[in-house]
């Protein structure tokens, strides 16, 4: 199953010195049956952009919670793209979970197919997201739109040899 995780670049370079996207659990995204039946009218590739659009936003609260523990990382969107068994996945019930998934096992990163990325011209519109998010949460509306603004930037797509340039300062 392709499986999308959000994550961070250091989160990434961490991976990369372990050979893998751990501990599990994880939480993921992908196209599950309730994702499947919400958006009836999508292809596959609809409902894969909508999986990785979720992961996005965890990676966007990955990046919050980072700098919430006095973290610095470069305010850049990482979400990697993976294939994993069936049998290490299990699936959310709730609505707002239609497609997140929980892994039971690290993810090796010979399973990654893909890593995607913010542009570096999206930076400062991810730092806005990153400080509208508590007050996004609560409920204000000009939070939300700035949080919502993030997505406005395509992330890119890497391949996996490409990785440790992605990394370098």
Same mark, same amino acid.
């Given at each position: 199953?392709?499986?999308?995780?959000?994550?961070?670049?250091?989160?990434?370079?961490?991976?990369?010195?372990?050979?893998?996207?751990?501990?599990?659990?994880?939480?993921?995204?992908?196209v599950t049956p309730?994702?499947?039946?919400?958006? *009836? !009218?999508?292809?596959?590739?609809?409902?894969?952009? &909508?999986?990785?659009? %979720? /992961?996005?936003r965890g990676s966007l609260r990955m990046l919050a919670a980072d700098r919430a523990d006095g973290l610095e990382a470069t305010p850049r969107r990482v979400v990697v793209a993976a294939e994993v068994p069936d049998r290490s996945v299990s699936m959310g019930v709730e609505l707002e979970e239609r497609g997140r998934v929980r892994l039971?096992?690290?993810?090796?990163?010979?399973?990654? *197919? !893909?890593?995607h990325?913010?542009?570096?011209?999206? &930076?400062?519109?991810? %730092? /806005?997201a990153i400080d509208a998010l508590p007050a996004s949460d609560q409920g204000d509306d000009d939070a939300r739109f700035t949080v919502d603004g993030a997505e406005a930037h395509e992330l890119m797509w890497y391949a996996t040899q490409e990785i440790p340039?992605?990394?370098r300062p």
């Open positions: 199953m392709r499986v999308y995780l959000p994550c961070t670049l250091p989160a990434l370079a961490l991976a990369v010195e372990e050979g893998e996207l751990g501990p599990a659990p994880l939480t993921g995204y992908a309730a994702l499947t039946e919400w958006y *009836a !009218s999508g292809d596959t590739e609809e409902l894969e952009y &909508v999986a990785l659009t %979720e /992961a996005a039971s096992e690290p993810v090796p990163l010979a399973k990654v *197919a !893909s890593v990325i913010d542009d570096v011209s999206a &930076v400062p519109d991810i %730092e /806005a340039d992605l990394l």
